[in-house]
Nanobody
Framework: VQLQASGGGLVQPGGSLRLSCAAS????????MGWYRQAPGNQRGLVAT???????NYADSVKGRFTISRDNAKNTAYLQMNSLKPEDTAVYYC???????????????WGQGTLVTVSS
């Protein structure tokens, strides 16, 4: 199983980006999916999560600006980021609980990270 994150880049303050996280390989089902970020010198922290029933949770710092969603048919999660601030600059990692086969336990998988830089 692999998670491929994409969509990062350089954006000016106030701008928008949409990140994608696509799961591939042996997949029977996907539970929780999420985005985390790590800025230089900081620990990796939660940005947003979404359950298989589309229940969402956000870090206080991104509420009202970021929206997490998923397309179960495509095994993909998205993070729409609006009104970006310089403090949003970080490497963004996606996460998913993936059940590879029927009756097999779910395991957590991480994507490789995608860099978001917010700067003028």
């Amino acid at each position: 199983v692999q998670l491929q994150a994409s969509g990062g880049g350089l954006v000016q303050p106030g701008g928008s980006l949409r990140l994608s996280c696509a799961a591939s390989g042996s997949i029977f089902g996907i539970g929780d999916m999420g985005w985390y970020r790590q800025a230089p010198g900081n620990q990796r922290g939660l940005v947003a999560t979404i359950t298989s029933r589309d229940s969402t949770n956000y870090a206080d710092s991104v509420k009202g600006r970021f929206t997490i969603s998923r397309d179960n048919a495509k095994n993909t999660a998205y993070l729409q980021m609006n009104s970006l601030k310089p403090e949003d600059t970080a490497v963004y990692y996606c996460y998913a609980d993936i059940q590879p086969r029927l009756w097999a336990p779910s395991t957590g998988s991480w994507g490789q990270g995608t860099l978001v830089t917010v700067s003028s």
